[in-house]
């Protein structure tokens, strides 16, 4: 019994520092496919289909719900003995200082995303709603667990900066997608939420969800479905590209140059470009 209340505390330990490490990127990708064209005159097309986690949330939420307070102890042969009055009083206050905490940072969360509230039983509908309020959000369904179904579709000319997730009323942190137009007719394109521990996600994220999933499939009860990065994203244009860290370079198809990134759990580089569309 007392190891499995050990166990129990590891997986609420994880569960903190998981959501922690993914709170600066309210959204990250799950099964996806995404693609940028750029064609002279600064035109552009963007769409993502595929799957949008909101594991950060989902586990912030899980959390709020916090367990009733129990002292624990063990005896020098490991044991478990009753704990004197001491002891417990001790426990407890080491118990309402982690409350107290865990209190602050969902404020702290709360203010970082608009006010949503981690431990609304509605927060997903919102959610849902506010994206399909928002021009471009064509579907968005929600799965369970943190996980939503989405098709997103934009287009139109590169007068400003574009960024891809945005969402009205949030800071634009954890962007999946770029594209940022230069005096010069050049656009550098950056994708830093398909690029693992260097990218959008975070140092160390991508390492944290994977312990969250080893931590899953041992029975963590606690612990909402993992979904990793898994899929593709490509850029076709008729500009130049005069840079990029594809592995392979670019591609011909008819007159569009073709630039693709296999997206998954080992992608530790940001797929970028620059790219001359005068």
């Known amino acids: 019994m007392f190891q499995s209340t050990i166990l129990r505390h590891a997986r609420v330990a994880v569960l903190a520092a998981g959501a922690l490490a993914l709170s600066g990127c309210l959204f990250t990708p799950g099964k996806f496919t995404s693609e940028l064209v750029l064609?002279?005159?600064?035109?552009?097309?963007?769409?993502?289909?595929?799957?949008?986690?909101?594991?950060?949330?989902?586990?912030?939420?899980?959390?709020?719900?916090?367990?009733?307070?129990?002292?624990?102890c063990m005896d020098d042969e490991g044991e478990v003995r009753d704990c004197t009055n001491a002891e417990s009083d001790e426990q407890y206050g080491e118990w309402e200082?982690?409350?107290a905490k865990d209190a602050a940072e969902k404020q702290q969360f709360m203010k970082m995303f608009g006010g949503m509230d981690p431990s609304d039983p509605?927060?997903?509908?919102?959610?849902?709603?506010?994206?399909?309020?928002?021009?471009?959000?064509?579907?968005?369904?929600?799965?369970?667990?943190?996980?939503y179904d989405v098709s997103f579709k934009a287009s139109g000319v590169l007068t400003h900066t574009f960024m891809f997730p945005i969402v009205e009323d949030m800071p634009p942190m954890g962007y999946f997608v770029s594209a940022i137009p230069r005096a010069d007719g050049s656009v550098k394109v950056e994708a830093p939420g398909f690029g693992g521990d260097n990218g959008g996600m975070g140092p160390g994220s991508m390492g944290m969800m994977a312990a969250m999933g080893?931590?899953?499939?041992?029975?963590?009860?606690d612990m909402a479905e993992i979904v990793l990065p898994d899929g593709t994203f490509t850029i076709r244009t008729d500009g130049e590209i005069l840079t990029n860290n594809t592995d392979d370079g670019p591609a011909m198809d008819g007159k569009m140059r073709v630039l693709s990134w296999t997206v998954d759990?080992?992608?530790?580089?940001a797929p970028m470009a620059l790219i001359r569309l005068k």
């Open 39 to 72: 064609t002279k005159g600064g035109k552009f097309a963007f769409s993502y289909e595929g799957e949008i986690s909101t594991m950060g949330l989902s586990q912030m939420a899980k959390m709020d719900q916090g367990e009733p307070f129990e002292a624990h």
């Open 214 to 221: 080893a931590m899953q499939q041992q029975g963590g009860e």
């Open 97 to 99: 200082a982690e409350q």
């Open 122 to 147: 509605e927060i997903a509908a919102k959610l849902v709603d506010t994206l399909k309020k928002l021009r471009g959000w064509e579907q968005v369904s929600y799965r369970g667990d943190g996980i």
């Open 265 to 269: 759990q080992t992608s530790d580089t």
